[in-house]
């Protein structure tokens, strides 16, 4: 007899479950550049309460995948607006990060990226990983991939 009044309640809350878990489905999100947007990846990937940015490298917008001059430090500043620039695209900002992973081709930039790094994040800072690669993408200096607190606005 329990069980049968408990009916209702449990639908309910099966119900909720599973429009909870639709609502909680990954979005792909696409970069607004054509060629970016036919790269094998998404520029953005929100779950949750989280967006997950794909690696971004010091590429200058409209010029045809050219890195930026001025060596680790160009490319750093480059890599970083275009970090705000897609957070800001998916709406979140660079106070909205708690987690980077700096990949560097040569570890003896990290004092260099570290002097970039620190004029677009202030204390409280992200949590961070960083580590030396053999090889990024386009011969780049400094890719950086980071994680962001950004809940959907739909809620």
């Known amino acids: 007899m ?22 909680s489905k990954p979005e792909f ?63 979140a900002s660079m106070r909205d990060v708690v987690k980077c992973t700096v990949f560097l081709a040569d570890i003896g930039d990290w004092p260099a990226f570290n002097e970039v790094y620190r004029k677009h994040f202030s204390a409280p800072f992200p949590a961070r990983s960083a580590l030396a690669a053999s090889g990024l993408a386009l011969g780049a200096k400094v890719e950086l991939e980071c994680i962001a607190h950004s809940p959907r606005k739909d809620k």
């Not at 408990?6 to 609502?23: T, Y």
């Not at 010029?63 to 890599?79: D, F, P, S, V, Y």
Request: one cysteine or more; proline letters at 6%.
């Open 2 to 23: 329990r069980l049968v009044r408990s009916l209702p309640l449990l639908c309910l809350l099966l119900a909720n479950a599973a429009f909870a878990d639709a609502a």
């Open 29 to 91: 999100l696409n970069s607004p550049d054509p060629d970016m947007a036919k790269l094998p990846f998404s520029e953005a990937v929100r779950s949750g309460d989280l967006l997950f940015l794909s690696g971004q490298i010091g590429t200058v917008p409209g010029k045809n995948n050219a890195l930026a001059e001025g060596g680790i430090r160009g490319e750093a500043e480059q890599t970083l607006n275009n970090v705000r620039e897609v957070l800001q695209r998916h709406g």
